[in-house]
């Protein structure tokens, strides 16, 4: 059974719809990467899946429970982190934890809530006010505050925004912890693609509040499946050449002056070979994995490049 | 202190009679009051005026011959009435004036002769006063008098208990009393729907009351004028 | 819902905006205390205005403590509305510009729980805030002036009520002034949920106070009988309904009783529908809120 079942789920704000007809599902133990440009509807999602925004239409399972019935029950085994983790900022760190352990039911000794901020690096720190912490600091005991009641689903929406580089590799490492070693189901949302490459085993895309794909990650990245872009002066005397050759049941589309191939990689060099006995001029030849592929269709439409590659 | 009303409730209070004709009468209502040098008195004081809302004190009461009197309330706070009556009798009695012989009534049950004192000098405050006096007991039992500019006041005693120290247990005192007004802006008033001020109309003059009980005097005890500061 | 409450109320007590207030009333109590001290005598000539001239009146022994304890409570009971809107206005917008209503709100509590544990925080601090006027307003006067009788200036009528009848008035007046400012502190409460500042619900608290008590003074017979019965402004006031005493057939004053307690009983009946209507609309609202910020 599935940990988190998203059915049909909708949202819209006034005539915008931030999130449209989008379903999915997490198991337990999973990694899931939740992939989409600023603005994609992630953060609804997320929001709506910690009863923040409800939703237009659509179900929400957790659990197995109904989310709409079952809110306490459920709310109580979830921590979350909603993009940059604010917390009070007259009160020490100890008392935030503290604060909202008691507010997720869990009444914690002093020495369980020193252990916790121990745990995230902020020995020592127990009770300086949170206003005199870095963004590094303050991320960290979001974490502690989200662990802090040993839930069982942990939401992490946009982490590694404002982090340095080092914080963003503590962030990486905290979360294969808490899959590999504690055994915890992450849902991790993130604009950036190597960063849920990196760390999610199943993932998903989302676009305009649409699903674009679902997947594992393995699958998503699979070898067998790599997409290859070749560029050609002309593309309709390089398509009529190509459907006369073996290749042919490997070009999946055409688009301008692109011929897309989608084939095992290890038959990369002897399509390129191929393509100079058809005698088709080629000015570029590229290869990605489907993932990548995806992503590069969307930002390309959207002219918004740099959001993958930073 | 310059609370002449109340001076003039209390001159009254000695006022006593044995002369036949009016003018007689009232010298030998003088020659009574000078007996009283001075006295010390715990009263009850009642007020009633329309824009005074007090409860009944305990006041202690202190004259002293010819024209010093003090109202104190020792355990509190109590508004005095004052220049009701501008001009003190006990000062007409010792000017030149004319006594007039104004009939017979009945005060309080108890036949009265009526004497009008109408001061000589033609400039005075007072108008003209009306004494009501208990020929037998030589008591005035009621006094009225008309000033330029209070109108006409009016006193009532009664006598009782320190009727040997010819002194009064009782003076109703009435006066005239003009509207009271604040802005609401100051006072940020609660309404709380009760009427104000039943029949009242702004601006006009109102009928305002003061009720005296005297509970025990000290009679001639020698007074320091310190009292009246 | 205790635990809730412990924990708002950690949150209202250790952010420093809430001693501002404390800080605003002690400031201003003092300022008032030392003017009176200084030039009480021309306060009481201003307030008994013509009557200097036909009435003998005590200065001295009308300033006391609790006339000056009276005229503080006159003058800031107007102003206090601020300082309660300051801390109610804040308590959900606040959050929401902090970036913590997300978080409380994805907690496994109601929300109609945290909305009850807040309010109940915001009626707690106002209570202090309110004990703590007394304890400077009444306590303080009685040390630097003394007690005697306490003169009432009416707008048609002086009244004057015995020093050992006045302490149990202030008693029932400070707990009707925590319910008049309860009222306050729900609009702002119910602002509070429709805004992500809190700038906004407290700025429109105050204009609303402001508004309203402009039409509750105004003499305009129109609004009279239309509008004015049913502002909460004006029902506010009634706290000065303890020192109104009845009179007796001969126009004294009589101690130990009030005026009119029916009218004040229909003021606080009318203060607590607002303070009902206010907060159930706030978490109607809330429970309904999308939480964006």
Same mark, same amino acid.
């Given at each position: 059974?599935?940990?988190?079942?998203?059915?049909?789920?909708?949202?819209?704000?006034?005539?915008?719809?931030?999130? =449209?007809?989008?379903?999915?599902?997490?198991?337990?133990? =999973?990694?899931?990467?939740?992939?989409?440009?600023?603005?994609?509807?992630?953060?609804?999602?997320?929001?709506?899946?910690?009863?923040?925004?409800?939703?237009?239409?659509?179900?929400?399972?957790?659990?197995?429970?109904?989310?709409?019935?079952?809110?306490?029950?459920?709310?109580?085994?979830?921590?979350?982190?909603?993009?940059? *983790?604010?917390?009070?900022?007259?009160?020490?760190?100890?008392?935030?934890?503290?604060?909202?352990?008691?507010?997720?039911?869990?009444?914690?000794?002093?020495?369980?809530?020193?252990?916790?901020?121990?745990?995230?690096?902020?020995?020592?720190?127990?009770?300086?006010?949170?206003?005199?912490?870095?963004?590094?600091?303050?991320?960290?005991?979001?974490?502690?505050?989200?662990?802090?009641?040993? *839930?069982?689903?942990?939401?992490?929406?946009? *982490?590694?925004?404002?982090?340095?580089?080092?914080?963003?590799?503590?962030?990486?490492?905290?979360?294969?912890?808490?899959?590999?070693?504690?055994?915890?189901?992450? !849902?991790?949302?993130?604009?950036?693609?190597?960063?849920?490459? &990196? !760390?999610?085993?199943?993932?998903?895309? !989302?676009?305009?509040?649409?699903?674009?794909?679902?997947?594992?990650?393995?699958?998503?990245?699979?070898?067998?499946?790599?997409?290859?872009?070749?560029?050609?002066?002309?593309?309709?005397?390089?398509?009529?050449?190509?459907?006369?050759?073996?290749?042919?049941?490997?070009?999946?589309?055409?688009?301008?002056?692109?011929?897309?191939? &989608?084939? *095992?990689?290890?038959?990369?060099?002897?399509?390129?070979?191929?393509?100079?006995?058809?005698?088709?001029?080629?000015?570029?030849?590229?290869?990605?994995?489907?993932?990548?592929? &995806?992503?590069?269709?969307?930002?390309?439409?959207? &002219?918004?490049?740099?959001?993958?590659? =930073? | 202190?310059?609370?002449?009303?109340?001076?003039?409730?209390?001159?009254?209070?000695?006022?006593?009679?044995?002369?036949?004709?009016?003018?007689?009468?009232?010298?030998?209502?003088?020659?009574?009051?000078?007996?009283?040098?001075?006295?010390?008195?715990?009263?009850?004081?009642?007020?009633?005026?329309?824009?005074?809302?007090?409860?009944?004190?305990?006041?202690?009461?202190?004259?002293?011959?010819?024209?010093?009197?003090?109202?104190?309330?020792?355990?509190?706070?109590?508004?005095?009435?004052?220049?009701?009556?501008?001009?003190?009798?006990?000062?007409?009695?010792?000017?030149?004036?004319?006594?007039?012989?104004?009939?017979?009534?009945?005060?309080?049950?108890?036949?009265?002769?009526?004497?009008?004192?109408?001061?000589?000098?033609?400039?005075?405050?007072?108008?003209?006063?009306?004494?009501?006096?208990?020929?037998?007991?030589?008591?005035?039992?009621?006094?009225?008098?008309?000033?330029?500019?209070?109108?006409?006041?009016?006193?009532?005693?009664?006598?009782?208990?320190?009727?040997?120290?010819?002194?009064?247990?009782?003076?109703?005192?009435?006066?005239?009393?003009?509207?009271?007004?604040?802005?609401?802006?100051?006072?940020?008033?609660?309404?709380?729907?009760?009427?104000?001020?039943?029949?009242?109309?702004?601006?006009? @003059?109102?009928?305002?009351?003061?009720?005296?009980?005297?509970? @025990?005097?000290?009679?001639?005890?020698?007074?320091?004028?310190?009292?009246?500061? | 819902?205790?635990?809730?409450?412990?924990?708002?109320?950690?949150?209202?007590?250790?952010?420093?905006?809430?001693? +501002?207030?404390?800080?605003?009333?002690?400031?201003?109590?003092?300022?008032?205390?030392?003017?009176?001290?200084?030039?009480?005598?021309?306060?009481?000539?201003?307030?008994?205005?013509?009557?200097?001239?036909?009435?003998?009146?005590?200065?001295?022994?009308?300033?006391?403590?609790?006339?000056?304890?009276?005229?503080?409570?006159?003058?800031?009971? +107007?102003?206090?509305?601020?300082?309660?809107?300051?801390?109610?206005?804040?308590?959900?917008?606040?959050?929401?510009?902090?970036?913590?209503?997300?978080?409380?709100?994805?907690?496994?509590?109601?929300?109609?729980?945290?909305?009850?544990?807040?309010?109940?925080?915001?009626?707690?601090?106002?209570?202090?805030?309110?004990?703590?006027?007394?304890? +400077?307003?009444?306590?303080?006067?009685?040390?630097?002036?003394?007690?005697?009788?306490?003169?009432?200036?009416?707008?048609?009528?002086?009244?004057? +009520?015995?020093?050992?009848?006045?302490?149990?008035?202030?008693?029932?007046?400070?707990?009707?002034?925590?319910?008049?400012?309860?009222?306050?502190?729900?609009?702002?409460?119910?602002?509070?949920?429709?805004?992500?500042?809190?700038?906004?619900?407290?700025?429109?608290?105050?204009?609303?106070?402001?508004?309203?008590?402009?039409?509750?003074?105004?003499?305009?017979?129109?609004?009279?009988?239309?509008?004015?019965?049913?502002?909460?402004?004006?029902?506010?006031?009634?706290?000065?309904?303890?020192?109104?005493?009845?009179?007796?057939?001969?126009?004294?004053?009589?101690?130990?009783?009030?005026?009119?307690?029916?009218?004040?009983?229909?003021?606080?009946?009318?203060?607590?529908?607002?303070?009902?209507?206010?907060?159930?609309?706030?978490?109607?609202?809330?429970?309904?809120?999308?939480?964006?910020?």
């Amino acid at each position: 059974m599935s940990l988190v079942t998203v059915s049909h789920l909708s949202k819209k704000f006034r005539s915008h719809n931030a999130v =449209d007809d989008l379903s999915f599902s997490v198991e337990e133990g =999973d990694v899931y990467g939740f992939l989409g440009q600023n603005g994609a509807g992630k953060s609804t999602t997320i929001r709506m899946l910690l009863t923040l925004v409800r939703p237009t239409s659509g179900h929400i399972d957790i659990f197995g429970l109904n989310l709409n019935k079952e809110r306490k029950k459920i709310l109580s085994q979830i921590g979350a982190v909603i993009e940059k *983790p604010d917390l009070y900022k007259y009160l020490s760190a100890y008392e935030n934890l503290s604060l909202f352990a008691r507010m997720s039911g869990f009444i914690n000794s002093k020495k369980e809530l020193n252990a916790q901020l121990e745990m995230v690096g902020l020995a020592g720190r127990e009770t300086d006010l949170v206003k005199t912490f870095s963004q590094g600091m303050k991320q960290r005991l979001g974490i502690a505050v989200a662990l802090i009641h040993n *839930p069982r689903l942990i939401i992490l929406d946009e *982490p590694t925004n404002g982090l340095d580089p080092q914080g963003i590799a503590d962030m990486r490492n905290l979360i294969l912890h808490l899959s590999r070693h504690l055994h915890k189901t992450v !849902i991790v949302s993130s604009h950036l693609l190597n960063e849920i490459e &990196q !760390i999610s085993n199943r993932m998903l895309i !989302i676009d305009e509040g649409k699903k674009i794909v679902e997947g594992t990650v393995e699958s998503l990245t699979d070898p067998a499946r790599t997409l290859v872009e070749v560029t050609v002066d002309n593309p309709i005397a390089a398509t009529s050449r190509i459907e006369s050759s073996s290749w042919f049941c490997y070009l999946i589309k055409t688009e301008n002056n692109h011929l897309i191939f &989608q084939l *095992p990689k290890h038959l990369i060099p002897e399509l390129n070979r191929s393509l100079v006995q058809l005698e088709i001029n080629v000015l570029s030849l590229q290869a990605k994995n489907s993932l990548e592929a &995806q992503f590069l269709s969307l930002t390309r439409s959207k &002219q918004n490049v740099a959001a993958f590659t =930073d | 202190m310059k609370s002449k009303y109340l001076f003039s409730i209390l001159i009254f209070s000695f006022l006593g009679a044995y002369a036949q004709d009016a003018t007689t009468l009232v010298k030998g209502i003088r020659a009574n009051l000078e007996k009283i040098n001075d006295y010390e008195a715990d009263a009850k004081f009642k007020t009633e005026i329309s824009f005074l809302k007090v409860p009944d004190a305990v006041v202690k009461i202190y004259y002293k011959k010819p024209d010093k009197i003090k109202i104190k309330n020792q355990n509190g706070i109590s508004l005095v009435p004052k220049e009701t009556v501008s001009i003190s009798l006990y000062s007409l009695l010792n000017s030149h004036y004319t006594a007039l012989d104004g009939g017979t009534d009945l005060v309080q049950g108890i036949p009265v002769r009526i004497i009008k004192l109408l001061p000589a000098d033609e400039n005075a405050e007072l108008v003209l006063a009306t004494l009501y006096i208990d020929t037998k007991r030589l008591l005035v039992l009621k006094a009225k008098t008309t000033t330029r500019e209070s109108g006409t006041n009016e006193v009532e005693l009664f006598y009782g208990k320190f009727l040997p120290v010819g002194l009064p247990d009782r003076i109703i005192f009435s006066f005239n009393t003009e509207d009271f007004k604040l802005p609401k802006g100051v006072t940020f008033d609660y309404d709380d729907g009760t009427a104000k001020n039943k029949g009242a109309e702004p601006g006009k @003059n109102q009928r305002g009351r003061i009720e005296i009980t005297y509970l @025990n005097y000290a009679v001639n005890k020698g007074l320091s004028d310190s009292l009246f500061k | 819902m205790w635990q809730l409450l412990q924990i708002e109320l950690l949150k209202i007590f250790r952010k420093p905006r809430t001693y +501002i207030s404390f800080g605003a009333i002690a400031a201003m109590v003092i300022i008032i205390q030392i003017a009176l001290k200084f030039d009480g005598q021309s306060y009481i000539e201003f307030l008994t205005g013509s009557l200097k001239d036909s009435l003998e009146i005590p200065y001295t022994n009308i300033l006391n403590g609790y006339f000056v304890c009276f005229i503080i409570l006159n003058l800031l009971l +107007i102003h206090i509305p601020l300082l309660i809107a300051l801390v109610a206005g804040d308590s959900i917008a606040g959050e929401a510009n902090m970036g913590t209503l997300r978080l409380i709100a994805s907690k496994p509590v109601s929300r109609t729980g945290l909305m009850l544990a807040k309010f109940m925080a915001t009626i707690i601090y106002t209570a202090l805030l309110l004990i703590w006027l007394a304890f +400077i307003s009444l306590l303080i006067s009685i040390l630097i002036f003394g007690t005697n009788d306490i003169l009432i200036a009416r707008n048609d009528a002086l009244e004057i +009520i015995q020093r050992n009848d006045v302490l149990w008035r202030y008693m029932a007046a400070f707990a009707f002034a925590t319910l008049a400012l309860t009222t306050v502190a729900a609009l702002a409460f119910l602002l509070s949920v429709f805004a992500d500042n809190s700038v906004g619900p407290i700025v429109s608290t105050i204009s609303i106070v402001i508004v309203f008590t402009i039409l509750s003074e105004m003499q305009i017979p129109l609004y009279d009988r239309t509008i004015k019965p049913f502002l909460f402004t004006s029902h506010m006031l009634a706290w000065k309904g303890f020192f109104y005493s009845k009179v007796d057939s001969g126009g004294s004053s009589l101690p130990g009783t009030i005026e009119n307690i029916r009218a004040i009983g229909k003021s606080s009946l009318i203060l607590v529908l607002y303070i009902i209507g206010f907060v159930s609309a706030a978490i109607y609202a809330f429970n309904k809120k999308d939480i964006l910020s």
